[in-house]
């Protein structure tokens, strides 16, 4: 399913408005309608707020149904504090990635996820 798509059918299911998620959000709803309608991909950024917008793992908004195999780690309302990237130098190390990694070449891109998969498994 495209995430268009699925974006646009959780909102659905959550009996929200486009106006509902742009109050929780505080994105503007002709760009919520923008990411509905396929027009524009939204940063990770963006994705991580309409998934709590919308009251929903981020895995949720790629996924449809049960939690993928190999999800150890679902993010629960009151949980959000104790991750990585939540508060403090973290969020701002973290926040620098989002920015630098579109940047990255992809062949580089592939060894750094590489490296990143092997370091989650252990």
């Known amino acids: 399913m495209v995430l268009a798509d699925r974006v ?3 909102r659905e299911e959550k009996n929200l408005s486009q106006g509902d998620i742009e109050k929780r959000t505080g994105l503007l709803r002709c760009y919520i309608s923008r ?3 396929g027009h524009t991909v939204p940063a990770i950024e963006t ?7 919308l009251e929903v793992p981020m895995y949720r908004l790629f996924h449809d149904g049960e939690k993928p195999k190999g999800l150890s780690l679902l993010i629960t309302k009151g949980s959000e504090d104790k991750l990585f990237g939540a508060k403090g130098e973290d969020q701002k190390l973290l926040r620098q990635f ?3 990694f579109p940047k990255i ?4 891109r592939a060894v750094l996820m590489q490296m990143a ?3 989650q498994k252990r």
């Open 98 to 100: 989002t920015k630098l």
């Open 35 to 37: 990411v509905e309608n």
């Open 8 to 10: 646009r059918q959780l």
């Open 47 to 53: 994705l991580e707020k309409l998934a709590r917008a």
């Open 117 to 119: 998969s092997k370091m």
């Open 105 to 108: 070449d992809p062949k580089n």
